[in-house]
T-cell receptor, first 113, second 117 residues
């Protein structure tokens, strides 16, 4: 199973872009990179996912390196409400029906005024 | 995306007792997942529940301690049996949300905060 490595914590100034890195050097060709966040006392919230190409949605952008060994989640204009723990997950695909999602330690992002 | 209702949202229980947590989804889903989040920790997968079959448990979790029911495609329960203070955690259910795209992602319930005294 591919593992992910994230910095334990990061700070970001309100209104600035938050760039959260993730290393997944053992990722295999059919594994997706997912990002979730967990705001205090809530269940995790899906943010974005990708396979090879960069992805963007209303919440964030996901940049995946060409070798797929690392990725960066970008929150373009961080607000105080973006303070949360951000999880980078590589999805297991040993069996196509085995869709469980496994969480690492994540990065605690603090957005400061 | 799917909407999950999880009950109870929190409970304080005596050691040695059992608590059943309910997870209701507003749409039919093939698989439901149960996670545990111990204080200050990340989420750990307990088991995967398919409708009409036995749940599949992860290493370190057993059916006698965490029996799971999955009677239909929109509902599941997780029971925490013979509780001890070490079972104090947040328990979350999750479903895969197919949405409009394959591999869209997972939706999580808001969790059940369990304190065992």
């Amino acid at each position: 199973d591919a593992k992910t490595t994230q910095p334990p914590s990061m700070d970001c100034a309100e209104g600035r872009a938050a760039n959260l890195p993730c290393n997944h050097s053992t990722i295999s060709g059919n594994e997706y990179v997912y990002w979730y966040r967990q705001i205090h006392s809530q269940g995790p919230q899906y943010i974005i996912h990708g396979l090879k190409n960069n992805e963007t949605n209303e919440m964030a952008s996901l940049i995946i390196t060409e070798d797929r060994k690392s990725s960066t989640l970008i929150l373009p204009h961080a607000t105080l409400r973006d303070t949360a723990v951000y999880y980078c997950i590589v999805r297991l695909t040993k069996h196509f029906y085995n869709n469980d999602m496994r969480f690492g330690a994540g990065t605690r992002l603090t957005v400061k005024p | 995306s799917a909407v999950i209702s999880q009950k109870p949202s929190r409970d304080i229980c005596q050691r040695g007792t059992s608590l059943t947590i309910q997870c209701q989804v507003d749409s039919q889903v093939t698989m439901m997942f149960w996670y545990r989040q111990q204080p200050g920790q990340s989420l750990t997968l307990i088991a995967t529940a398919n409708q009409g079959s036995e749940a599949t448990y992860e290493s370190g979790f057993v059916i006698d301690k965490f029996p799971i029911s999955r009677p239909n495609l929109t509902f599941s329960t997780l029971t925490v049996s013979n509780m001890s203070p070490e079972d104090s955690s947040i328990y979350l259910c999750s479903v895969e949300d197919a949405g409009r795209r394959v591999n869209y992602g997972y939706t999580f319930g808001s969790g059940t905060r369990l304190t065992v005294v």
